[in-house]
């Protein structure tokens, strides 16, 4: 099991921005995927973006291009670069690192909360 701690999050603004981190206990590099997640108060938890091994990337449609994910597999980290923050991507964000077979192991969250 790998250990994913995340940093980065806030309070910031509407239409500022925030870049989040991923560290990971042991190589990201041996894991199909790694993603970020978010839950918002009284919601269910959804996908933000994903990023695979080999550098392809997912994102949510109702992003409109505003998120970037990225990895640096020398430092083991995972980041969420997040721009033109609107008061509706409050949430707590979670970084994700999906194993080969399915299994997704989970970090313990960071809150992001954007004022208007």
């Known amino acids: 099991q790998v250990q994913l701690v995340e940093s980065g999050g806030g309070l910031v603004q509407a239409g500022g921005s925030l870049r989040l981190s991923c560290a990971a206990s042991r190589t990201i590099f041996s894991f199909n995927a790694m993603g970020w997640y978010r839950q918002a108060p009284g919601k269910q938890r959804e996908s933000v973006a994903r990023?695979?091994?080999?550098?392809?990337?997912n994102y949510a449609d109702s992003l409109k291009g505003r998120f970037t994910i990225s990895r640096d597999n020398a430092k083991n980290t995972v980041y969420l670069q997040m721009n033109s923050l609107e008061p509706e991507d409050t949430a707590v964000y979670y970084c994700t690192a999906e194993r080969v077979g399915g299994v997704i192991d989970w970090g313990q969250g960071t809150q992001v909360t954007v004022s208007s």
């Open positions: 990023i695979t091994s080999s550098g392809r990337t």
